[in-house]
């Protein structure tokens, strides 16, 4: 009878453990919802609620609390072991800082816009880009003339935006930074 009994006390324990964890899990839950309602300058009337439920979870954890700590004297009268918890619950919220953008040397520039800092205002800036027709469309357009000048075939590179120059420029002091060459 007492392997029965410590058998049920270890199923009941058990199920107090996860039902534990799933209320610390809730728990953090409504914690990290209420600092979040709070730093976006919410008042208190606007989490309530949060706060009110919060308090009810604390309690059912207390009842828990109380019922695990029974139930385990109990275990130890009838001469059981006890039920080692291996739930390890921890949550991390995200840093209050943004995330870290990557500047790119001027040289470097890719052929869109970038962040970097402006060799004049030295300022960090993302770069306007625009293209304009350096060289390559020159070349593109007089091949076509040369080899196979069909109905205006010639002046398509002047409309495709891969075959020309990239300029980047400060959206602050309008300097020009830098021109990505094509060729």
């Given at each position: ?122 300022q960090y800036i ?5 293209t304009k027709a ?47 060459k094509k060729l």
């Open positions: 009878m007492s392997d029965a009994q410590l058998m049920n006390i270890f199923e009941e324990l058990n199920r107090l453990s996860f039902r534990r964890q799933q209320l610390t899990d809730k728990r953090n839950m409504l914690a990290l919802l209420i600092q979040f309602k709070r730093n976006n300058g919410q008042n208190e009337q606007h989490y309530s609620s949060e706060t009110e439920e919060l308090k009810e979870i604390d309690e059912q954890l207390k009842v828990l609390t109380q019922k695990k700590l029974e139930l385990e004297s109990l275990q130890e009268r009838l001469g059981g072991s006890h039920l080692i918890e291996t739930t390890v619950s921890s949550t991390y919220s995200p840093p209050s800082y943004p995330a870290p953008q990557v500047i790119v040397e001027i040289e470097e520039l890719p052929r869109h816009s970038a962040r970097t800092q402006c060799p004049f205002c030295h993302t770069t306007e880009v625009t350096g060289s390559a469309v020159y070349i593109v357009c007089l091949i076509s003339i040369l080899f196979c000048c069909i109905a205006g075939c010639c002046v398509i590179p002047f409309c495709l935006d891969r075959c020309k120059d990239v300029v980047h420029k400060c959206p602050k002091c309008r300097s020009h930074i830098i021109t990505c």
